[in-house]
C-alpha cells in the first residue's frame, strides 16, 4: 500500500517544485536586479 500511495504522488510533487523552481528565479533575479541598482545609486 505504501509503494502505491508514494507512485501515486510522485507525479504530483514534482509539478509543485517545477512551479516553486519556475517562480523562484524570477524573484531572486529581481531582488539581485534591485540590489545591484542600489548598490550602484
Known amino acids: 500500500m505504501t509503494e502505491v500511495t ?3 504522488h510522485e507525479p504530483f ?3 509543485v ?3 516553486h523552481k519556475e517562480a523562484e528565479p ?3 533575479v529581481s531582488d539581485i ?3 545591484y541598482k542600489n ?3
Open 26 to 28: 524570477l524573484r531572486t
Open 6 to 8: 508514494t507512485n501515486t
Open 33 to 35: 536586479i534591485d540590489y
Open 13 to 15: 510533487k514534482p509539478a
Open 39 to 41: 548598490r550602484k545609486s
Open 17 to 19: 517544485d517545477t512551479v
